[in-house]
């Protein structure tokens, strides 16, 4: 009898991505105001859960992003179990800029490696949608008063024309991309002694009738 001795080399194994297409895709709303000025939380965050398994005994696995993580609207990372998190960042000016809507795309490269250096990639990807935010008052106290005087007479019988008319300029600005502004008056203007306007600049006029 002889003895026949057989060596066998394991060799690594790539991981194996177990996670579902739905744990690749998440989504975020911008945070802004509702139509009468109400605040709207938005959705800050999105996750998703990813997972591989190794056929090899004993592997383990890091997970880790790949490249530098576009930041242009918040901040997207992984965990060591594989659990990716978005948070939209509501203080950018490019979030900010969003108009309701509007929506913007990333996607970002996730990489599982095992403990001998094979590793597979994933793309996770997330959409932005703006909201509506609205607009901002920049003109200055002063230009919310005015005062008209009545035409009338001196004692001696002078006429005196008096001041007819009172104007201010409103301002607002809007953050919303492509956003435009109109103007009008709340309600039915007090015609009690005159009448009282605003043009599509903003420009408002009061003009006392002295008739």
Do not use: M
């Amino acid at each position: 009898d002889q003895t026949v001795t057989i060596t066998i080399t394991g060799t690594n194994d790539s991981p194996v991505i177990t996670n579902s297409a739905t744990q690749l895709v998440g989504s975020v709303v911008e945070a802004g105001d509702l139509d009468d000025g109400t605040d709207v939380a938005g959705t800050p965050t999105a996750t998703g859960q990813l997972s591989a398994t190794d056929v090899d005994t004993g592997a383990t696995q890091t997970w880790n992003v790949q490249g530098t993580p576009d930041a242009t609207y918040g901040s997207f990372a992984v965990d060591t179990t594989g659990k990716w998190t978005y948070t939209l960042d509501n203080t950018k000016a490019a979030t900010q800029a969003l108009a309701e809507g509007d929506t913007q795309t990333l996607i970002y490269t996730v990489r599982v490696t095992d403990d001998k250096g094979a590793y597979v990639d994933q793309t996770v990807t997330i959409t932005i949608t703006g909201t509506n935010d609205s607009p901002v008052i920049t003109n200055s106290a002063t230009q919310l008063v005015g005062s008209v005087v009545e035409a009338g007479d001196l004692d001696d019988g002078t006429d005196v024309a008096g001041t007819p008319t009172a104007t201010g300029q409103l301002s607002a600005t809007d953050v919303d991309t492509g956003a435009t502004q109109t103007w009008n008056v709340q309600g039915t203007p007090d015609a009690t002694y005159g009448s009282f306007a605003v043009d599509t600049t903003g420009k408002w006029t009061y003009t006392l009738d002295n008739t």
